[in-house]
C-alpha cells in the first residue's frame, strides 16, 4: 500500500476528503485522513480482488469523511472525537488577556493534556497540547504591556475540552496516576475537578468579554 499513497489519485483522494469534511464544519489532521482512506482503500481491493492502484478509484471522497464524522459522533468515551478532529474556526478576531491569565490557560491545557494522555484519549490530549503551544505562541509574539492578544476561538475549544476532561475524571475515574496500585491519587483527582472547572470558566469569562 506504501507505493499506492504515493500516487497522484490517493493524494487527490486525501486532499478532497479534507476539503469535504471541511464543509462540515470540521479540520482534520491529513495523517488521520490519510489513514482512513488507506483502510478504505485496503479494505474495497480485498473485497474486489484488484490492486490497490485500482481500488483507490473505487472509494469516494464523502465516504472517507462520513467513515471519521460517524465515528466521531459515536465515540462517547474521549474526551475529543477519534482521527484528531477539530473544529474549523470560522471567527478569526483576538481578545486581550493579562500574562498570568494567559499563563493559567497554558497550565490548564498542559494539565487536561496530561490526564487525556495518561488514560488513552490520544486525540484529546495533542489537541490539548496544541491549544496550549498557541497560547504560549500568542504569549511570545503578542506579548506588550503585561498582556498579549489570542484568538477567541482558542478559548470555545479549550473551555470544552478542560470541562470534558473534567467530566471524565468524575464520571468514568481517569486517574493522574492509572497503574492500578494506591499513592492517593484519588485525592489528587478529586482536587484537581474544581481547578479545571475554575479554569474552563476562566476561558469562557474571556470568550463573552470579546463578543461584548
Known amino acids: 500500500m506504501a507505493d499506492a499513497m504515493d500516487t497522484l489519485p490517493f493524494k487527490t483522494l486525501v486532499a478532497q476528503a479534507s476539503a469535504v469534511l471541511l464543509t462540515r464544519g470540521v479540520e482534520v489532521e491529513s495523517t488521520a485522513v490519510q489513514g482512513v482512506a488507506t483502510h478504505l482503500v485496503e479494505t474495497m481491493a480485498k473485497q474486489s480482488g484488484m490492486d490497490y492502484e485500482e481500488a483507490v478509484h473505487l472509494v469516494t471522497a464523502e465516504a472517507v469523511a462520513e467513515v471519521i464524522m460517524q465515528a466521531a459522533a459515536e465515540d462517547d468515551e474521549r474526551a475529543a472525537p477519534p482521527h484528531a478532529i477539530r473544529p474549523v474556526r470560522i471567527e478569526d478576531s483576538t481578545v486581550s488577556a493579562s500574562v498570568e491569565v494567559l499563563g493559567h490557560l497554558v497550565m490548564a491545557a498542559s494539565q487536561a493534556g496530561k490526564y487525556a494522555s ?15 503551544t ?4 500568542a504569549l511570545v509574539k503578542r ?37 492500578g496500585e ?20 476562566l476561558a469562557r469569562g474571556l470568550r463573552e468579554q470579546a463578543a461584548g
Do not use: F
Open 118 to 132: 495518561l488514560n488513552n484519549a490520544g486525540p484529546a490530549a495533542a489537541h490539548l497540547l496544541d491549544l496550549a
Open 134 to 137: 498557541e497560547i504560549g505562541a
Open 143 to 179: 506579548h506588550a504591556g503585561g498582556s498579549a492578544a489570542i484568538p477567541v476561538g482558542i478559548l470555545d475549544e479549550l473551555a470544552e475540552l478542560v470541562d470534558t476532561v473534567a467530566d471524565r475524571i468524575e464520571e468514568n475515574g481517569w486517574t493522574i496516576c492509572p497503574c
Open 182 to 201: 494506591d499513592h492517593d491519587q484519588k485525592e489528587v483527582d478529586a482536587g484537581t475537578v474544581p481547578v479545571m472547572r475554575h479554569h474552563a470558566a
